[in-house]
């Protein structure tokens, strides 16, 4: 299925404004900025992509919650 221009610039600002955040040069704010979304419906998005907003992937964080 094809998409309308609209449709394309959202998503391709969604998968830069990601992999930015993903490569840590920004932070979710101004990742969130770039992709056209408010800060916490970013921070949900991640998980689309297999990323934390927190910096721990999720086997890391029960690991951390277990040893607490």
Known sequence: MKKSP????DE??????VKLYELGRVS??????????????FMFALSRFGLSPIGLEPGELAE?????
Not at 6 to 9: K, Q, R, S
Not at 12 to 17: G, I, P, S, T, Y
Not at 64 to 68: C, E, K, P, Q, R
């Open 12 to 17: 391709a600002r969604l998968l830069l404004a």
């Open 28 to 41: 979710t704010g101004t990742a969130a900025q770039l992709a056209g979304m408010n800060r916490v419906a």
């Open 64 to 68: 951390d919650l277990a040893n607490a």
């Open 6 to 9: 609209a449709e394309f610039e």
